[in-house]
């Protein structure tokens, strides 16, 4: 006789990284990465898991939310760990672009030669009206005298992108690999 015992597939964890990093769950290594990677984790069992992530040896843990059907995605930058549930909708919306500062930062924003405003950690900016395309992205510094960064956004439609600013620090870009390109 034989009996079929149902096997619970469980959901799907996006990581996002930025920096090299450890991936736990339960006390066992799922995925480690060497710099800027986005990975997939199928198969998570669902409801609430406890992930630490190590950065340079120290251990953060971070409580998500795994869903049945759909993804949870946990961004690992070298100051930043957040997590966020994800659509990935099929019919190509417009992308969706976030800018966040360090603390006590403040950034003049500049795309395609346009003043867009200011951005600090206390007012975080979305640029979700900018269509799919190639796009500039400039930020100054609040004298507009220092070019902090430079570069292009390749935008695509359904894009979701959350961009983390530091002054003297690369660009931490979280969403798709190759949307963004430094340089002028």
Do not use: C
Request: net charge negative; charged share 20%.
């Amino acid at each position: 006789m034989l009996a079929f015992i149902p096997i619970a597939l469980g959901g799907t964890v996006e990581v996002q990284t930025t920096t090299a990093a450890e991936i736990h769950l339960d006390g066992v290594e799922i995925l480690r990465t060497y710099g800027p990677a986005t990975s997939l984790l199928s198969d998570i069992p669902a409801g609430k898991q406890v992930f630490v992530i190590y950065r340079a040896g120290d251990g953060a843990p971070i409580e998500v939310e795994v869903p049945d059907d759909g993804i949870i995605r946990i961004r690992v930058g070298e100051s930043l760990l957040e997590a966020d549930q994800v659509s990935r909708p099929v019919d190509g919306p417009a992308p969706e672009v976030s800018l966040r500062s360090a603390d006590g930062q403040e950034f003049i924003v500049i795309v395609d030669g346009r003043r867009l405003g200011t951005l600090s950690a206390e007012t975080p900016m979305s640029l979700n009206g900018i269509p799919s395309g190639e796009h500039t992205l400039e930020l100054r510094s609040s004298d507009l005298l220092v070019i902090w960064l430079r570069g292009t956004l390749h935008l695509q439609p359904g894009d979701d992108l959350n961009l983390q600013v530091s002054e003297g620090q690369m660009l931490e870009v979280f969403g798709r690999p190759g949307a963004w390109q430094p340089g002028s």
